[in-house]
């Protein structure tokens, strides 16, 4: 640990934690004979400045929600894998989102529905195509631009257009079409697994056997709930030309 304090030390610049981890790695690759291979990780908790009646504070902050996270193996080689994520992305919807077309059987109960509140805890991880030190780019700030710019098209291709938005027909589907979009946008990302539990909002209705409607409810009133629920996981891997 006390290396670790003095590598932070010795760094001139901010880093990404992407960086730092490559600069962890090298350094106790290339010092110790012993050290074949070196797995970095790394979690940023972001603390976002406070505003105080619209006015930036020169010295407060609190801290944010979404974490960024990272993992680097460094060999002696000089090959490298980059892993960059995010966790703890609560994200929400109050319409344009329903599950239907699935499967059903003698055992499903659940009726399909073209409206509801879509709400989730995304935990996105992806996998840079670098395969050695020296092929990644040397661009200042290189990963957090890209750690920004995975954000907003994961964000993006959930909400859709500000005024019109995106149908979900399923937290699958729009899952699979994130993670596919950032698939698309950027070529230097060889993979991407996403993590979205359904978080769910239930329209209250309350009732009786003597009174099957107490309060008249129109979908106004929620009740946040735990169970039941699905975590929905999927990852998506560039296809590698044969050639």
């Known amino acids: 640990m006390t290396q670790v304090y003095v590598k932070a030390k010795e760094c001139s610049e901010q880093l990404s934690p992407e960086d730092f981890s490559i600069i962890l790695g090298k350094h106790f690759t290339f010092f110790y004979e012993q050290v074949k291979a070196a797995i970095i990780k790394v979690v940023e908790k972001p603390w976002e400045r406070i505003h105080i009646d619209g006015q930036p504070h020169?010295?407060?902050?609190?801290l944010g929600s979404e974490k960024h996270t990272t993992e680097v193996t460094v060999k002696k080689s000089g090959a490298v894998r980059v892993d960059s994520g995010i966790e703890g992305?609560?994200?929400?919807?109050?319409?344009?989102?329903?599950?239907?077309?699935?499967?059903?059987?003698?055992?499903t109960i659940l009726p399909e529905t073209r409206e509801r509140i879509l709400a989730t805890e995304v935990t996105a991880l992806w996998r840079y195509s670098f395969e050695t030190i020296k092929s990644i780019?040397?661009?200042?700030?290189?990963?957090?631009?890209?750690?920004?710019d995975v954000k907003k098209v994961l964000v993006d291709t959930f909400f859709g257009h500000p005024k019109d938005g995106v149908y979900s027909p399923s937290v699958q589907s729009t899952l699979y079409y994130m993670?596919?979009?950032?698939?698309?946008?950027?070529?230097?990302?060889?993979?991407?697994?996403?993590?979205?539990?359904?978080?769910?909002?239930?329209?209250?209705?309350?009732?009786?056997?003597?009174?099957?409607?107490?309060?008249?409810?129109e979908?106004?009133?929620y009740l946040p709930t735990d169970e039941p629920h699905g975590s929905i996981e999927a990852s998506l891997t560039r296809i590698q030309s044969k050639m």
């Not at 020169?58 to 609190?62: A, L, T």
């Not at 993979?191 to 209705?205: A, C, E, G, R, T």
């Open 58 to 62: 020169e010295h407060g902050f609190k």
């Open 219 to 221: 979908d106004d009133v």
């Open 89 to 107: 992305l609560a994200l929400l919807k109050t319409t344009q989102s329903g599950f239907e077309g699935f499967i059903r059987d003698k055992y």
């Open 179 to 217: 993670a596919k979009a950032v698939l698309g946008r950027f070529p230097d990302i060889s993979s991407v697994q996403l993590k979205m539990p359904n978080i769910h909002f239930l329209p209250v209705n309350l009732s009786s056997k003597e009174n099957p409607v107490i309060v008249k409810f």
């Open 137 to 148: 780019p040397t661009k200042q700030f290189y990963f957090l631009e890209r750690y920004t």
